[in-house]
């Protein structure tokens, strides 16, 4: 990408596939633009009347947008930090040469293929049911009161779930970025004194800097838009205890039938998403060039 | 302090035995160079030294204390690898401060022996930087530097050089020279370049397959070489070894004489023939592969930089007797 003219050739080439994403985009941005400012309620049939922001104005004083702002924000910290903590023990662990290495590695990742409304039933039945679940059971087992997942610590249960199915994302990006890791900084640091915590903290954290931030940054845009597994499992209750931004615009749109109310929303959690994109390219980007 | 013994010391990966029992002894102050083709085994017994490797079997002995199973931190050694192993998120004073930082000594006194290693090394205007900021020669200061603020009993070097390009490599080779010459402690530099071997130590160690040919200073290897091996490893251009006729002619299986001991005339009281083939100018000395009808390989030959031949030349050759070489049918020398 040298010469004026192989820029210009790159341009051109890319053009088509940048005009369709645009398309792509644009096409269902701005039709969310346009039903958010119209009173468009399927429940009442006839014309849809534009009603400037009134619909912004009802999705945001509702009671259950501030609580879908919390949830949705200790969701992704939530799920945050334990898969980036998580990912950088398990790949420490699976760094280590160990018999079954290669299996385990697979065994590790597996839980990644799994669809989300798959696993949020999984957990919800197999696992936190109070009744027949084995946590339930296990409670039994050692004589203590089982725990009802969902209704007593809801949003940590989905936290759970969510981090279980990242968790082998952050440990497969991290596991890469520590064998890149050169052996011989870490044996240089060994003969310098430093001890395992020591290498861990200067060489290999550092190191692995910049894969945390790939990490944060793609899980976050995932994570900004969880819903199949609080569809399946709690529905966003008990009350608004599991109601995050996506599954608020859902209940809107779709149980409310009200698609100016959701589309309202959409374009809030759009923004949102943007600024949060913003805020942690500026925070954390630095790390990804130099 | 740096005296250091291996005593039988053996070293296998898996079924493989890269280095058989071993035994050698590395005099306080001195600089000794382990020299020998790639995959022979250095980087590992210098990694065994370090005790970045276990040993399979042996000793280590460090100043007469056994050291085989201390780990490498506690040995007192420093080493500088052949990438430098600098920490590329750190600055130079940061490298260069850090095995102060782990051995939990004041800021002061870090902050003194970094700008004296500064000083030193020609590293003071670089201090701020981060390695990735500097040239090859610069990093390999800096690892040099955070070595010697350990102030350890000995240096290891790993092929320190190698990364460097050809005018480089010289300059370091005479501060690396220098800067045992200033701080008189044991160095163990691994190199498979026999002319950084021969300008640099007080004690070359030639090895091959794990196994030590010979040890000797530079000029006994030169001189005498043990065996074949050793006699073909040390000396550039290599030793010309010539078997047949010739070699039995004067009671030996092999005989060498090296380019710089056989002269060139074009007279006829000569005791070899041949004809120039390539040859090579360096403006000091002239190298002229000479052919032979006897043999295979062209004899290499030195002479003055203003001898005047030219490819199929006819020439005589005269080999100096008294620098000949005689090996037997295994290869070792006959005296
Ligand atoms: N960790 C290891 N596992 C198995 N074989 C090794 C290992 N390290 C070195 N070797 C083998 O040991 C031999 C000597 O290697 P090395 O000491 O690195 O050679 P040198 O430094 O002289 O080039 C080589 O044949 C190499 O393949
Ligand atoms: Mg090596």
């Known amino acids: 990408m040298a010469t004026k003219a192989s820029r210009a050739a790159a341009r051109l080439m890319i053009s088509p596939a940048v005009l369709l994403l645009l398309g792509w985009m644009i096409v269902p941005l701005s039709m969310t633009v346009y039903f958010s400012f119209l009173r468009y309620n399927l429940l009442m049939p006839g014309d849809n009347p534009f009603v400037g922001w009134e ?69 919800k039945n197999m696992f936190m049911n109070p ?81 945390i931030t790939v990490v944060i940054l793609i899980q976050t845009i995932f994570l900004l838009s969880i819903f199949a597994e609080i569809l399946v499992t709690t529905n966003g209750g008990p009350g608004t205890a599991t109601t995050n931004l996506t599954y608020l615009i859902y209940v809107s749109s779709l149980l409310q039938y009200d698609v100016g109310m959701g589309s309202a929303g959409g374009v809030i959690a759009i923004i949102l998403a943007n600024i949060v994109a913003i805020f942690l390219m500026r925070m954390i980007g630095k790390n990804l060039d130099a | 302090m740096g005296r250091i013994t291996l005593d039988k010391v053996r070293k296998s990966f898996g079924a493989i035995e890269v280095i058989p029992p071993l035994d050698l002894t590395i005099e306080d102050g001195e600089f000794v160079v382990f020299v020998g083709p790639s995959g022979c085994g250095k980087s590992t017994l ?45 600055s130079v004073r940061k490298n260069i401060a850090f095995p102060l930082r782990m051995a939990g000594m004041d800021k002061a006194e870090q902050d003194r022996r970094v700008d004296d290693a ?30 010697i603020v350990r102030e350890p009993a000995a240096f290891l070097f790993d ?30 530099y691994v190199t498979h370049d026999q002319v950084e071997a021969m300008t640099m130590a007080d004690k070359i160690v030639v090895l091959n397959a ?100 030219y490819h199929g030349d006819h020439i005589c050759l005269t080999p100096d007797e008294a620098h000949m070489h005689r090996f037997d049918e295994k290869g070792n020398r006959i005296e």
């Open chain 1, 131 to 211: 009744v027949n679940g084995i946590f339930g059971h296990l409670a039994q087992a050692i004589g203590m009161q089982p725990i009802d997942f969902f209704s007593q610590i809801p949003l940590l249960s989905i936290i759970g779930i969510v981090s279980w199915q990242w968790l082998p994302f952050a440990t497969l990006i991290l596991l890469t970025a520590l064998q890149s890791l050169d052996q011989e900084q870490l044996e240089a640091a060994e003969m310098d004194g430093a001890g395992w915590l020591s290498r861990f903290w200067f060489i290999m954290l550092p190191h692995l800097a910049r894969a």
């Open chain 1, 55 to 123: 619909n912004y104005k009802w999705f945001v004083t509702d009671p259950s947008f501030s609580a879908a702002m919390v949830n949705t924000l200790l969701l992704v910290g939530g799920v945050l930090l334990i898969t980036v903590i998580g990912g950088i023990l398990f790949a420490l662990l699976l760094d280590q040469p160990m018999w079954g290495q290669g299996v385990i590695r697979i065994m590790v990742i597996a839980p990644f293929f799994v669809m989300p409304t798959v696993s949020g039933l999984v957990w």
């Open chain 2, 210 to 309: 794990g196994r030590i040919e010979q040890v000797g200073s530079p000029l006994e290897l030169y001189r005498q070489p043990r065996n074949l091996f050793v006699a073909g490893f040390i000396g550039s251009p290599k030793m010309n070894l010539i078997t047949g006729p010739e070699a039995e002619k004067r009671g030996a299986h092999t005989i060498g004489i090296r380019p710089e001991h056989i002269k060139v005339s074009d007279d006829d009281t000569c005791i070899w023939r041949g004809t120039v083939g390539v040859s090579e100018h360096l403006g000091s000395d002239t190298f002229f592969h000479i052919h032979m009808p006897s043999r295979d390989e062209p004899l290499t030959v030195r002479a003055g930089g203003d001898v005047d031949l």
């Open chain 2, 118 to 147: 500064a000083r030193v090394l020609n590293l003071t205007d670089y201090l701020d930087r981060r390695p990735g900021q500097l040239s090859g020669g610069q990093r390999q200061r800096v690892a040099i530097g955070r070595a």
């Open chain 2, 46 to 90: 210098l990694r065994l030294i370090a005790g970045l490797e276990d040993v399979s079997g042996g000793e280590i002995r460090i100043d007469g204390k056994d050291a085989t199973d201390v780990p490498p931190a506690k040995r007192g050694l420093a080493m500088v690898f052949q990438s430098y192993a600098l920490y590329p998120h750190m």
């Open chain 2, 159 to 188: 092929e320190p050089l190698s990364n460097l390009d050809a005018a480089l490599r010289v300059g370091m080779r005479l501060e690396i020279s220098e800067l045992h010459e200033r701080l008189k402690t044991t160095m163990i």
